[in-house]
């Protein structure tokens, strides 16, 4: 599998900066060109505190922000409830250096509540004034809540009932919830619930409701305090029967009311009711359906809340309530009002001295706004007359500046304002008389990676506005279109930076005044990039141990290649040795043990690879301590424990299971927990296998368990048990929203989108999101909603303009980081214009010039894609070919005055129509004119097959197709064919043949000659592509009449003999191919072939099997007739196969590729849909780490050629298994076996001697055992331990002369086997030896009587 740590193409840092810098260069693009500050200008507002701004009564300072930038240095002053406030007059207040941000102390004394007003700030300096916006500043209250007795509140069983909560005002307004005692929610569902006001509904009430303890609660999120209201005891009088009740509503009382919400703002309609059955809540509107795409349902659907109110949300809303019993209705009238938004916010102006210009102040709202202008702060229609404000004209909401002079700068204010609300914007006019500037560095030289996105940066300045141009190597037109554009500010940005993009680039600015110019030398690079990494590696202790690290880098970028351990710098020492490509690490010890990092970085770029070095104990090779058992899968470990815990942290540790004569390579911590996805474990972080003990990093507000598991070489342990539960505490999110994009989905609107959160990330109840959009190059201020939704709708803009965007995560516990700016574009509307004037010049026939008159770019009305040309073929010229009229499209990218292009890939001798649109993005223009045209004759595609039959010895049977495409008029066909001798070639014959002709006898002078034959039609333009052939092989000449060598065309592979080059057909011209040549014996069974791939461009052909004899296929390329047939073979792999077993898998596979050739197998684990790679050489392949029991997706494909892959194939490795030893392979075993069959030998002879002689032995006397009921007493006091089986003949036993069996009592069913006897560990035979013997039959049969191996023993003894 590949190294650990993964490549970075652009490493960490040249990324991170690449990046940086990339984001610097687009924020500079949508910056408005700004005056210089070393230039004089009017003051402009950079910062200001929030209109409505809350501050805590705990912070011993309040700071309200006003900064400005201006020159001269602006100064500033306040006012304070619409009255100068004099800072020098209260020693608590201070104003900043060079600022006006004003800062309240109260280290010594004072309320922050004596300081609440109003606050706007002026900035001034002799140009002008600017304004903030009023400041209303307020401190935040949470006020106690009254003391008061509260009452039991009796209430029958089934009726209704409402607690009232009655929170104290706080500022903000507080976060109410109800409690018990204990400190639990009060568990809320369709009957209980808490309504918008706070207060708890009771649908009905039910015995189990008694408690004495509902307590309502009100948090206050900006001083983060709870306060409690005294606890209501709820008694509740049961009765026997219940009455059910009709729904009736408790909130909102009668059958309608009405609501105003503002634009942009989160609309809430209540709905609670009471009744038994607890009714169901519905909700409709009248006149129209609910906005699925906005609307959504919240407590238990007795609410309806929509987060972005905008017009179309008003109307009349129903809620209804019903149960078994009836429904009723309650209708709300919903009005939508605006505060004031901006259409069109003024921006700054720079005029030359008798320039024109205008100032546009639009804005929309409900009531529509009032529109009010102002100078330097004071209203416009009250400044005294000055020869200055005759070159200006007030028209409503223009300002018209006419032939203005020096001198005459100000700022202008607009003031929009209703009864909601007001906007306030600054915008400066600045008369200047200045020749272009550049701002920038002089002769910057910037190196680049190649194939990245790349801006050269070139500010200027200069009034009246200069036009700035960019060429390249100083020469040609300016630079912009294709790959190139030029920016507003400046910027030129290259799309996509190659090798042919280097060189110098000059940026020209000219105005009326003058020119200025700047250099930029560009120099593109090949990325850094590690070709050969580290592999992990496993060594012996004491053993070398190396790692390899080839580099390529571009040649003239200095790279340095570094090494680090586990994360740290490796300091080489006197050990370690290091050259170009290759970390050696002498006599390895267990410290030596980690991941190294192979670092490579260049000025501009970096890569990495890593990979991890185990070291072995001796005894881990060693056959006498593991040749008895393998290496298993290691314990899972156990005891995990917690400690050292903080608020994004805590430490865990464990006890590492059995290893399992593998040593642990590393463990793996997962997480589970109990909030957004309870019950599933998922990986956090892996360790070494040599820690037990580590700190984790935690994500805030989650309540975590635990578990590990141990990996060794052989495969992951079971997991281990859970951990004790841990929960971190709240905090604002770290993580800034991704994938932030600004689009339009209509002609005047913006949609913003981003991707929320993810769960673990939200780190604190309550996600919302601050999202910033301004029109770019305007200079406004930010426009910022709060949302918790994942998109936002800006609207009424114009059509395509770029806006920039940012955003914000926040949560109760405050905000997040802010993104980087990002630039959206509002949406796209169909194309004004249309090209006009399409017309096409010199067609051949395969293409045709067209040239056509452009339209307007700002026409567009969009991102300008392309000239979209539309062309069919509407018949061929060849009387009877039918040919399909799908419409084709081809597109030009061209900005010049008067474009042209060239439309290729045409079929010859066909008349073709054309139309021609202009595309954006999202829509097409009109059609221009449509053109017709004809192409030229031209030679003809090959025949479409060509069969060569043996249908006698001596001769042979030609046949063919007509061309699929003729291209033109058949004249004929032509052969020509030479006899093939071994290498060498016959002279040439040359045949032809008329149109309607297409077969041909060909009679062979001896039936072994062989021909190779080349075929072609022929129209009056010359030969068409050749077919060529030779003649098959037979190995059965009595078979000649089965064997046909078949041959037809599905690529334009073969080339036309007087052509330069062929001509490409189209892909829906190209019949199928096969080609095939006999050989002398009969070959082994050719691979299947898989399914072609060939692009349109390739001049390979497919191959498949032949018919009888059997024939060998190859890939065959035909050049000219004049050339030799090229057999190339077209790199193929197949046949897949896999052997799986628990933990690994033998793969194997064919292929034609060279012997040196490396292959990648890519395994995909079916459950989590985990990829794996793994570079190998040449099958077979030992495929290892698979873990028992999973379903497995395998394919190969060539490291080379990544498009050349095998077919998938799915395997599941077999359940787990312990490998066992064989037993009756161990010496120990087979020695014992031994020593109890010499044992059972010696038995059986003693018996064997004792049967010879015969009578009955007496064991009384021997030893005092106890007598069975069954035994048998003989006179003389002995016992008989004869058996049913004695008249048995021992198996084995030879027969008689007279071919009768002889006899043999000896059993050992007599000695206990299979019974309750058995062996003792010496071998001997223990057991009870009860047995039933006939008296009569064993007296008459006494030479065959058994005999008791113990009996036997006890008689020699």
Same mark, same amino acid.
């Given at each position: 599998?590949?190294?650990?740590?993964?490549?970075?193409?652009?490493?960490?840092?040249?990324?991170?900066?690449?990046?940086?810098?990339?984001?610097?260069?687009?924020?500079?693009?949508?910056?408005?060109?700004?005056?210089?500050?070393?230039?004089?200008?009017?003051?402009?507002?950079?910062?200001?505190?929030?209109?409505?701004?809350?501050?805590?009564?705990?912070?011993?300072?309040?700071?309200?922000?006003?900064?400005?930038?201006?020159?001269?240095?602006?100064?500033?002053?306040?006012?304070?409830?619409?009255?100068?406030?004099?800072?020098?007059?209260?020693?608590?207040?201070?104003?900043?250096?060079?600022?006006?941000?004003?800062?309240?102390?109260?280290?010594?004394?004072?309320?922050?509540?004596?300081?609440?007003?109003?606050?706007?700030?002026?900035?001034?300096?002799?140009?002008?004034?600017?304004?903030?916006?009023?400041?209303?500043?307020?401190?935040?209250?949470?006020?106690?809540?009254?003391?008061?007795?509260?009452?039991?509140?009796?209430?029958?069983?089934?009726?209704?009932?409402?607690?009232?909560?009655?929170?104290?005002?706080?500022?903000?307004?507080?976060?109410?919830?109800?409690?018990?005692?204990?400190?639990?929610?009060?568990?809320?569902?369709?009957?209980?619930?808490?309504?918008?006001?706070?207060?708890?509904?009771?649908?009905?009430?039910?015995?189990?409701?008694?408690?004495?303890?509902?307590?309502?609660?009100?948090?206050?999120?900006?001083?983060?305090?709870?306060?409690?209201?005294?606890?209501?005891?709820?008694?509740?009088?049961?009765?026997?029967?219940?009455?059910?009740?009709?729904?009736?509503?408790?909130?909102?009382?009668?059958?309608?009311?009405?609501?105003?919400?503002?634009?942009?703002?989160?609309?809430?309609?209540?709905?609670?009711?009471?009744?038994?059955?607890?009714?169901?809540?519905?909700?409709?509107?009248?006149?129209?359906?609910?906005?699925?795409?906005?609307?959504?349902?919240?407590?238990?659907?007795?609410?309806?809340?929509?987060?972005?109110?905008?017009?179309?949300?008003?109307?009349?809303?129903?809620?209804?309530?019903?149960?078994?019993?009836?429904?009723?209705?309650?209708?709300?009238?919903?009005?939508?009002?605006?505060?004031?938004?901006?259409?069109?916010?003024?921006?700054?102006?720079?005029?030359?001295?008798?320039?024109?210009?205008?100032?546009?102040?639009?804005?929309?709202?409900?009531?529509?706004?009032?529109?009010?202008?102002?100078?330097?702060?004071?209203?416009?229609?009250?400044?005294?007359?000055?020869?200055?404000?005759?070159?200006?004209?007030?028209?409503?909401?223009?300002?018209?500046?006419?032939?203005?002079?020096?001198?005459?700068?100000?700022?202008?204010?607009?003031?929009?304002?209703?009864?909601?609300?007001?906007?306030?914007?600054?915008?400066?006019?600045?008369?200047?008389?200045?020749?272009?500037?550049?701002?920038?560095?002089?002769?910057?030289?910037?190196?680049?990676?190649?194939?990245?996105?790349?801006?050269?940066?070139?500010?200027?300045?200069?009034?009246?506005?200069?036009?700035?141009?960019?060429?390249?190597?100083?020469?040609?037109?300016?630079?912009?279109?294709?790959?190139?554009?030029?920016?507003?500010?400046?910027?030129?940005?290259?799309?996509?930076?190659?090798?042919?993009?280097?060189?110098?680039?000059?940026?020209?600015?000219?105005?009326?005044?003058?020119?200025?110019?700047?250099?930029?030398?560009?120099?593109?690079?090949?990325?850094?990039?590690?070709?050969?990494?580290?592999?992990?590696?496993?060594?012996?202790?004491?053993?070398?141990?190396?790692?390899?690290?080839?580099?390529?880098?571009?040649?003239?970028?200095?790279?340095?290649?570094?090494?680090?351990?586990?994360?740290?710098?490796?300091?080489?020492?006197?050990?370690?040795?290091?050259?170009?490509?290759?970390?050696?690490?002498?006599?390895?010890?267990?410290?030596?043990?980690?991941?190294?990092?192979?670092?490579?970085?260049?000025?501009?770029?970096?890569?990495?690879?890593?990979?991890?070095?185990?070291?072995?104990?001796?005894?881990?090779?060693?056959?006498?301590?593991?040749?008895?058992?393998?290496?298993?899968?290691?314990?899972?470990?156990?005891?995990?424990?917690?400690?050292?815990?903080?608020?994004?942290?805590?430490?865990?540790?464990?006890?590492?299971?059995?290893?399992?004569?593998?040593?642990?390579?590393?463990?793996?911590?997962?997480?589970?927990?109990?909030?957004?996805?309870?019950?599933?474990?998922?990986?956090?972080?892996?360790?070494?296998?040599?820690?037990?003990?580590?700190?984790?990093?935690?994500?805030?507000?989650?309540?975590?368990?635990?578990?590990?598991?141990?990996?060794?070489?052989?495969?992951?342990?079971?997991?281990?048990?859970?951990?004790?539960?841990?929960?971190?505490?709240?905090?604002?999110?770290?993580?800034?929203?991704?994938?932030?994009?600004?689009?339009?989905?209509?002609?005047?609107?913006?949609?913003?989108?981003?991707?929320?959160?993810?769960?673990?990330?939200?780190?604190?109840?309550?996600?919302?999101?601050?999202?910033?959009?301004?029109?770019?190059?305007?200079?406004?201020?930010?426009?910022?909603?709060?949302?918790?939704?994942?998109?936002?709708?800006?609207?009424?803009?114009?059509?395509?303009?770029?806006?920039?965007?940012?955003?914000?995560?926040?949560?109760?516990?405050?905000?997040?980081?802010?993104?980087?700016?990002?630039?959206?574009?509002?949406?796209?509307?169909?194309?004004?214009?249309?090209?006009?004037?399409?017309?096409?010049?010199?067609?051949?026939?395969?293409?045709?010039?067209?040239?056509?008159?452009?339209?307007?770019?700002?026409?567009?009305?969009?991102?300008?894609?392309?000239?979209?040309?539309?062309?069919?073929?509407?018949?061929?010229?060849?009387?009877?070919?039918?040919?399909?009229?799908?419409?084709?499209?081809?597109?030009?990218?061209?900005?010049?005055?008067?474009?042209?292009?060239?439309?290729?890939?045409?079929?010859?001798?066909?008349?073709?129509?054309?139309?021609?649109?202009?595309?954006?993005?999202?829509?097409?223009?009109?059609?221009?004119?449509?053109?017709?045209?004809?192409?030229?004759?031209?030679?003809?595609?090959?025949?479409?097959?060509?069969?060569?039959?043996?249908?006698?010895?001596?001769?042979?049977?030609?046949?063919?197709?007509?061309?699929?495409?003729?291209?033109?008029?058949?004249?004929?066909?032509?052969?020509?064919?030479?006899?093939?001798?071994?290498?060498?070639?016959?002279?040439?014959?040359?045949?032809?043949?008329?149109?309607?002709?297409?077969?041909?006898?060909?009679?062979?002078?001896?039936?072994?000659?062989?021909?190779?034959?080349?075929?072609?039609?022929?129209?009056?333009?010359?030969?068409?592509?050749?077919?060529?052939?030779?003649?098959?092989?037979?190995?059965?000449?009595?078979?000649?009449?089965?064997?046909?060598?078949?041959?037809?065309?599905?690529?334009?592979?073969?080339?036309?003999?007087?052509? @330069? *080059?062929?001509? /490409?057909?189209? =892909?829906? $011209?190209? +019949?199928? %191919? #096969?080609?095939?040549? !006999? &050989?002398?014996?009969?070959? @082994? *069974?050719?691979? /299947?072939?898989? =399914?072609? $791939?060939? +692009?349109? %461009? #390739?001049?390979?052909? !497919? &191959?498949?099997?032949?018919?009888?004899?059997?024939?060998?296929?190859?890939?065959? $390329?035909?050049?000219?007739?004049?050339?030799?047939?090229?057999?190339?073979?077209?790199?193929?792999?197949?046949?897949?196969?896999?052997?799986?077993?628990?933990?690994?898998?033998?793969?194997?596979?064919?292929?034609?590729?060279?012997?040196?050739?490396?292959?990648?197998?890519?395994?995909?684990?079916?459950?989590?849909?985990?990829?794996?790679?793994?570079?190998?050489?040449?099958?077979?392949?030992?495929?290892?780490?698979?873990?028992?029991?999973?379903?497995?997706?395998?394919?190969?494909?060539?490291?080379?050629?990544?498009?050349?892959?095998?077919?998938?194939?799915?395997?599941?490795?077999?359940?787990?298994?312990?490998?066992?030893?064989?037993?009756?392979?161990?010496?120990?075993?087979?020695?014992?076996?031994?020593?109890?069959?010499?044992?059972?030998?010696?038995?059986?002879?003693?018996?064997?001697?004792?049967?010879?002689?015969?009578?009955?032995?007496?064991?009384?006397?021997?030893?005092?055992?106890?007598?069975?009921?069954?035994?048998?007493?003989?006179?003389?006091?002995?016992?008989?331990?004869?058996?049913?089986?004695?008249?048995?003949?021992?198996?084995?036993?030879?027969?008689?002369?007279?071919?009768?069996?002889?006899?043999?009592?000896?059993?050992?069913?007599?000695?206990?086997?299979?019974?309750?006897?058995?062996?003792?560990?010496?071998?001997?035979?223990?057991?009870?030896?009860?047995?039933?013997?006939?008296?009569?039959?064993?007296?008459?049969?006494?030479?065959?009587?058994?005999?008791?191996?113990?009996?036997?023993?006890?008689?020699?003894?």
């Amino acid at each position: 599998m590949r190294p650990v740590g993964g490549r970075e193409m652009l490493g960490k840092v040249g990324h991170a900066a690449l990046t940086l810098l990339s984001l610097l260069l687009l924020w500079q693009e949508a910056a408005a060109i700004e005056v210089p500050l070393d230039l004089k200008q009017p003051p402009t507002i950079i910062k200001q505190s929030v209109k409505d701004y809350i501050v805590d009564p705990r912070d011993n300072t309040i700071i309200i922000e006003c900064e400005a930038k201006g020159n001269p240095v602006p100064k500033f002053s306040w006012r304070r409830n619409g009255r100068l406030f004099t800072i020098g007059k209260d020693p608590r207040v201070t104003m900043r250096k060079r600022s006006g941000t004003l800062e309240v102390g109260f280290r010594s004394g004072g309320r922050p509540e004596d300081y609440e007003g109003e606050y706007q700030c002026f900035a001034s300096n002799d140009l002008g004034v600017a304004l903030s916006n009023k400041i209303l500043l307020r401190v935040s209250k949470a006020p106690l809540w009254p003391k008061e007795v509260l009452a039991p509140v009796p209430v029958t069983e089934g009726s209704p009932l409402v607690l009232p909560c009655n929170p104290p005002p706080g500022l903000p307004p507080p976060l109410i919830f109800w409690m018990d005692s204990n400190m639990t929610p009060i568990l809320q569902d369709r009957r209980v619930s808490m309504g918008l006001n706070g207060d708890l509904y009771f649908a009905n009430v039910l015995v189990q409701d008694a408690h004495s303890d509902y307590s309502c609660n009100a948090r206050f999120n900006f001083t983060y305090t709870i306060q409690q209201k005294n606890p209501f005891n709820l008694k509740v009088q049961t009765s026997r029967k219940v009455a059910e009740t009709p729904p009736s509503f408790l909130s909102p009382e009668g059958s309608g009311s009405s609501k105003m919400v503002l634009r942009d703002e989160q609309l809430l309609l209540e709905c609670i009711a009471a009744g038994l059955p607890t009714p169901s809540i519905k909700w409709f509107k009248r006149g129209g359906d609910l906005p699925a795409q906005k609307v959504k349902f919240e407590n238990f659907n007795k609410t309806l809340k929509i987060l972005s109110v905008s017009e179309e949300d008003a109307g009349e809303y129903v809620c209804m309530a019903d149960n078994r019993l009836g429904s009723i209705r309650h209708s709300i009238d919903v009005q939508v009002k605006a505060a004031p938004y901006w259409l069109d916010k003024p921006t700054n102006l720079v005029l030359a001295p008798e320039e024109n210009g205008r100032l546009v102040c639009r804005a929309n709202g409900n009531p529509k706004p009032n529109i009010q202008w102002l100078m330097n702060g004071e209203p416009i229609n009250k400044i005294t007359e000055t020869p200055a404000s005759a070159n200006r004209e007030v028209l409503g909401d223009t300002i018209m500046f006419r032939g203005v002079q020096i001198g005459s700068s100000a700022v202008y204010q607009c003031n929009a304002s209703n009864q909601h609300g007001y906007l306030l914007a600054n915008a400066f006019v600045s008369v200047l008389d200045m020749a272009p500037r550049m701002l920038g560095p002089k002769n910057q030289l910037i190196k680049v990676i190649m194939n990245n996105r790349t801006f050269l940066n070139c500010p200027f300045f200069g009034s009246p506005l200069p036009e700035l141009r960019w060429f390249k190597n100083g020469q040609g037109s300016g630079l912009d279109g294709g790959q190139y554009r030029a920016h507003i500010n400046g910027t030129l940005e290259i799309k996509r930076a190659r090798k042919e993009d280097e060189g110098i680039y000059t940026c020209v600015a000219n105005n009326m005044l003058g020119k200025a110019e700047n250099q930029v030398q560009l120099e593109v690079k090949e990325p850094t990039r590690i070709i050969q990494a580290p592999t992990h590696q496993s060594v012996l202790r004491g053993s070398k141990a190396s790692f390899h690290c080839k580099v390529v880098s571009d040649p003239s970028l200095p790279t340095k290649v570094t090494w680090t351990k586990d994360g740290e710098r490796l300091d080489l020492g006197w050990r370690l040795k290091k050259d170009e490509e290759s970390l050696t690490i002498p006599s390895v010890t267990e410290n030596d043990e980690g991941i190294y990092t192979c670092t490579v970085k260049s000025e501009i770029d970096q890569d990495s690879a890593s990979a991890r070095l185990t070291v072995l104990e001796d005894a881990f090779l060693n056959p006498s301590v593991f040749s008895a058992l393998p290496p298993d899968r290691p314990d899972p470990p156990i005891d995990l424990d917690l400690s050292d815990p903080s608020a994004r942290s805590v430490r865990l540790t464990w006890i590492p299971g059995n290893e399992r004569r593998s040593p642990v390579t590393e463990f793996l911590v997962q997480f589970e927990e109990n909030h957004w996805e309870p019950g599933r474990w998922q990986d956090l972080s892996s360790f070494p296998g040599d820690l037990n003990s580590v700190i984790l990093q935690l994500a805030p507000n989650v309540n975590y368990q635990f578990r590990v598991i141990a990996i060794n070489s052989v495969g992951r342990s079971q997991p281990s048990q859970p951990s004790p539960r841990y929960k971190t505490t709240a905090a604002p999110p770290d993580a800034i929203p991704r994938d932030l994009r600004g689009w339009g989905s209509d002609k005047d609107n913006m949609e913003i989108t981003w991707e929320p959160l993810r769960d673990l990330e939200k780190n604190g109840p309550n996600l919302q999101y601050n999202v910033w959009w301004r029109r770019k190059d305007s200079g406004d201020n930010w426009t910022n909603v709060t949302t918790s939704e994942s998109k936002h709708v800006v609207r009424y803009t114009e059509t395509y303009v770029p806006y920039e965007m940012k955003i914000q995560a926040r949560n109760e516990l405050g905000s997040g980081p802010e993104s980087n700016i990002v630039i959206g574009y509002s949406g796209e509307d169909k194309p004004a214009d249309s090209p006009t004037e399409l017309r096409v010049s010199k067609v051949s026939s395969t293409r045709a010039n067209i040239h056509w008159k452009p339209v307007d770019l700002s026409s567009v009305q969009g991102e300008f894609k392309e000239y979209r040309l539309y062309y069919w073929r509407e018949a061929s010229l060849v009387p009877g070919v039918v040919v399909s009229k799908e419409k084709m499209t081809t597109g030009f990218y061209t900005t010049v005055p008067e474009p042209s292009g060239i439309l290729k890939d045409l079929v010859p001798y066909s008349k073709y129509k054309m139309f021609m649109v202009v595309a954006n993005s999202r829509y097409e223009s009109l059609p221009s004119n449509n053109v017709e045209f004809t192409t030229a004759e031209d030679v003809p595609d090959a025949p479409r097959f060509f069969r060569i039959n043996r249908r006698s010895l001596d001769t042979l049977y030609l046949e063919w197709g007509k061309p699929l495409e003729p291209n033109g008029i058949l004249v004929g066909y032509q052969l020509a064919y030479q006899r093939v001798n071994g290498s060498r070639l016959g002279p040439q014959q040359i045949e032809t043949f008329r149109p309607n002709e297409t077969d041909f006898v060909l009679r062979l002078p001896d039936r072994n000659a062989r021909y190779k034959f080349n075929l072609s039609a022929l129209t009056k333009v010359g030969k068409g592509e050749v077919y060529a052939e030779e003649s098959p092989h037979f190995t059965n000449e009595e078979n000649f009449t089965d064997a046909t060598d078949v041959v037809e065309l599905t690529d334009a592979t073969l080339s036309p003999v007087f052509s @330069p *080059t062929p001509t /490409p057909l189209p =892909p829906t $011209t190209i +019949p199928p %191919t #096969t080609i095939s040549i !006999t &050989t002398p014996t009969p070959p @082994p *069974t050719p691979p /299947p072939t898989p =399914p072609p $791939t060939t +692009p349109p %461009t #390739t001049t390979t052909t !497919t &191959t498949t099997e032949a018919t009888t004899p059997s024939t060998v296929p190859v890939l065959v $390329t035909t050049k000219r007739v004049d050339q030799n047939v090229l057999v190339t073979p077209r790199r193929e792999i197949w046949n897949l196969t896999v052997v799986p077993d628990s933990y690994y898998a033998n793969v194997n596979w064919s292929h034609n590729f060279p012997a040196d050739s490396k292959f990648v197998l890519e395994v995909t684990l079916d459950s989590n849909k985990t990829v794996t790679v793994e570079e190998v050489k040449q099958p077979p392949v030992n495929l290892k780490a698979l873990i028992a029991g999973e379903k497995y997706h395998l394919r190969v494909y060539s490291q080379e050629l990544n498009s050349v892959s095998s077919k998938s194939v799915t395997f599941k490795t077999k359940a787990a298994h312990i490998d066992q030893v064989d037993i009756a392979t161990q010496g120990w075993f087979i020695g014992l076996m031994c020593a109890i069959a010499l044992i059972i030998l010696i038995l059986l002879i003693v018996c064997f001697i004792k049967r010879s002689r015969g009578g009955k032995y007496p064991i009384r006397d021997k030893k005092d055992l106890p007598l069975d009921p069954v035994d048998q007493k003989d006179q003389d006091g002995s016992f008989d331990y004869h058996s049913d089986e004695d008249n048995k003949p021992l198996q084995g036993s030879q027969t008689s002369l007279d071919g009768n069996v002889k006899e043999s009592d000896d059993s050992l069913v007599d000695y206990g086997e299979g019974g309750d006897g058995q062996f003792n560990e010496d071998g001997s035979f223990i057991g009870q030896y009860t047995v039933k013997k006939d008296k009569d039959e064993t007296e008459g049969n006494e030479s065959s009587e058994a005999t008791s191996p113990v009996n036997a023993i006890y008689s020699l003894a």
